[in-house]
């Protein structure tokens, strides 16, 4: 295998380690050895992908976005945009968004750390809840004094907020209620999309 290959293949395998346990502990618990055990790497060869632990929770963040984008959309091209707001909704605010590890949403685990003065990170952060935004835009119309960017960021924010509120408050009966909470306002207040 060439040489650039290698490094290509270790440093996705770092990526994903990375991701796979920031959406689980959130950036501050998780150590670089964590993640190069994870990744089957000995702590010494980071260095060689990254500047600091800072660019590669920011890489993490993104490709556990990337992930995340991709499960919460899987199968809902050609439909109508209630039903594709619909199932973001219903996949989003589930009990099995908040119980599983792979493939979830890392904001509602790192949101709270995340140092605005960390640029790599915070950037990473951004844009990553943006691109959310840009798929649920589509999904809206304009209302008066309510742009259809508006509502996509506010439901954003609550898919955001009510998952961070579940997980924190796992295995009590209020985080199924926070969840069937929010789907329920999000689907009346926008079931007109």
Known sequence: ?????????????????????????????????QVMQGAGLTVGGFYAHFASKSHLAAAALRRAFADNMNALFVGTEGASRGKQLDQAVRRYLSREHRDMVEQTCPVPACVSEVD?????????????????????????DNRPGLTARQRALGTAATFIGAMALARASRGTPWSDEVLLAARKMLMHIEGDA
């Open 116 to 140: 605005p003065a960390d640029t790599p990170v915070r950037d990473a952060l951004v844009d990553g809840v943006d691109e959310l935004v840009k798929r649920l835009t589509p999904l809206f």
């Open 1 to 33: 295998m060439p040489r650039a290959t290698q490094k290509a293949e270790t440093h996705e395998a770092i990526v994903q380690a990375a991701a796979d346990l920031i959406r689980i502990h959130g950036i501050a618990s998780v150590s670089v050895a």
